[in-house]
């Protein structure tokens, strides 16, 4: 038995059956991290003590007939974003290259109680802020499926992790289509539920009504499982919504037939076959399935990306503001006096793209610009939202490409910024609304006949606290065999 | 309006970060073509449009805690990672005034 390809399920069954040991399962993911990991380079620390620790425990519970948590010996991974108490967090950057947090984040928390393994924090773009995962101030992440190219990002350690099995399961974040893109361009599946659906407690933030952590897994019952560890109300986070959490395990063979699947126009505009092609076979699946195909329309979709660059950079020029050398992370001399001991300290500690985004943020802000660009994206945003809301009036889920292509090569979209916001188009619209998304393998295209199959991913939305319609449709494409259309 | 060396520099400077003159240089065209294209947003007529400032989905007031003190970081750990404790302090150089 291959214990790094096995799924939440087969975990479960083989742990309570005592065919392996959670310290079995752990090792056998320490073992490939340690054969494999100098090629994808998903990880920034690990954490073997810390993993085989809670590994003994399940193993405890397990000798003494004791009933498992959800999670029980789950080999997972923790985007650098998110804090780990006593296991330092880099958030990919160096300005915070030695910072040890004293706290778990919540969604941390909520998975060790639910006995998940964490073998260490993955790799990221610097301060979340980036699709390929090549703005780490560390190093840039390879995809598993063709080491040349990008895993995607800014999550893309978590994505490369799940995909390589160097993990059962990650945590990610996801502010523009962090967590959606990289699994499209991994081949895994990724998930954000609605805004405030889990505790951004613990997470560093980027841009604060933007952000959201969600879960990777190499199938959707595995995303489900974890979102159901990490969901729910937490009173550390002030935007933590209090509806009540549903299961959604229980809830994924819920039956599809008749579900109304809306195809919105603007997503499929221009769209390559390398992408469309896919995205035709899994909705043609769909409707094999008995969903009902129809057209709907988000007029205001070409404008999400100058909203986003906005409101994301703006807020980001905010969040950003703590890294200033005086209470943790690095301080690069004191020169002058205070002044000067901050900016050598923000130089030399950012990379060129959280300095872009920094400038963008407060120039937006900055008095005689307010107006113009914050206070006129923060309306567009209402549009796009109200876009969302009407289209859901008339169907039940979304459909749409997540990315408008595969991985591409590292080093190839490092020189013009803007074309890299721009692939974000299809993800960044549910972060400004607030909705929940999953992206999911639909197929893989080949870009020549000597090149490696690259993963195309489909993502599906739905409205706000949907996040169970959407694992039912992913679970029903899933078992029809739509990962591989 | 397009962007000069000098707002670039302003902003910088109102960020706390102080650019090379060659990250000037390159940053420049890049955040010109960003402000460009984000120009875009002023084909929309928003002027009967809110500003959508909370995304939390159909929130009422945002209930607050009752003022109870809790338990809290003891000085020790707010000190840990701090680049230059003192005495129960984080140390920092002294403010002094930029010459214009």
């Keep these: 038995m291959d214990l790094t390809a096995l799924t939440l399920e087969s975990i479960r069954e083989a742990l309570a059956r005592k065919q392996i040991s959670a310290e079995e399962l752990v090792r056998a993911h320490l073992a490939r991290i340690e054969q494999q990991d100098h090629d994808v380079r998903a990880y920034l620390t690990l954490s073997p003590q810390r993993a085989l620790q809670q590994a003994r425990r399940v193993d405890a519970l397990i000798a003494a007939g004791e009933p498992l948590p959800a999670l029980a010996g789950v080999p997972t991974a923790v985007k650098d974003v998110i804090i780990t108490r006593d296991l330092r967090t880099t958030a990919g950057s160096q300005i915070l290259r030695n910072y040890i947090p004293p706290y778990d984040a919540t969604a941390v928390a909520r998975l060790e109680a639910a006995g998940a393994c964490i073998l260490g924090k993955t790799n990221c773009d610097e301060f979340a802020m980036g699709s390929s995962t090549e703005n780490s101030g560390y190093f840039p992440t390879h995809n598993p499926r063709d080491l040349r190219r990008v895993p995607g990002g800014s999550s893309g350690g978590s994505a490369a992790a799940v995909a390589a099995h160097l993990a059962t399961v990650a945590l990610g974040s996801d502010t523009g289509g962090s967590i959606r893109q990289p699994a499209a361009l991994c081949g895994a599946v990724g998930m954000m539920g609605t805004y405030g659906r889990v505790s951004r407690y613990g997470l560093i933030a980027f841009a604060s009504s933007l952000d959201h952590l969600g879960p990777f897994g190499r199938s959707v019952r595995d995303v489900a499982a974890v979102l159901q560890a990490i969901a729910g109300y937490d009173p550390c986070d002030s935007t933590s919504a209090r509806e009540p959490v549903p299961d959604y395990e229980s809830r994924l063979l819920e039956p599809i037939r008749g579900f109304r699947v809306g195809i919105a126009d603007e997503y499929f505009q221009g769209l390559s076959p390398a992408i469309g092609d896919n995205l035709q076979r899994g909705i043609d699946l769909l409707a094999k399935l008995g969903c009902e195909i129809t057209p709907v329309s988000l007029p205001h979709t070409d404008y999400a990306i100058a909203c986003y660059y906005i409101i994301a950079t703006a807020e980001a020029s905010s969040n950003l503001a703590r890294y200033d050398g005086v209470r943790y992370g690095v301080r690069a001399g004191v020169g002058d006096g205070l002044a000067e001991m901050y900016r050598r300290t923000r130089n030399a500690g950012f990379g060129p793209e959280v300095k872009r985004r920094i400038m963008l943020g407060t120039h937006v802000l900055s008095s005689g610009y307010y107006d113009a660009y914050y206070l006129k994206a923060q309306k567009v945003r209402a549009l796009i939202t109200r876009d969302f809301l009407e289209a859901f009036d008339e169907v039940d889920v979304i459909v749409t490409p997540t990315s408008p292509v595969p991985a591409f090569k590292l080093g190839e979209r490092l020189d013009d910024p803007l074309q890299m916001y721009l692939a974000d188009i299809y993800t960044v619209t549910a972060d400004l609304a607030g909705i929940p998304g999953i992206s999911v393998p639909c197929g893989a295209t080949r870009p020549a006949a000597d090149q490696p199959a690259l993963p195309v991913g489909m993502q599906l939305l739905a409205r706000h606290f949907e996040e169970a319609r959407l694992l039912q449709v992913a679970y029903g494409f899933e078992r029809a065999g739509g990962f591989g259309v | ?100």
């Design chain 2, 1 to 100: 309006m397009p962007l000069t060396e000098k707002d670039v520099r302003y902003v910088a400077e109102l960020a706390h970060l102080e650019l090379t003159d060659q990250e000037v240089k390159q940053f420049l065209p890049q955040l010109d073509s960003i402000l460009e294209y984000v120009q875009k947003l002023n084909e929309l007529d928003t002027r009967e449009i809110e500003p959508m400032a909370q995304v939390t989905a159909g929130a009422a007031k945002p209930q607050l805690r009752g003022d109870e003190p809790r338990p809290a970081f003891t000085p020790e750990i707010a000190l840990a990672n701090a680049p230059a404790p003192s005495a129960g302090f984080f140390q920092v150089p002294r403010v002094i005034e930029r010459e214009s």
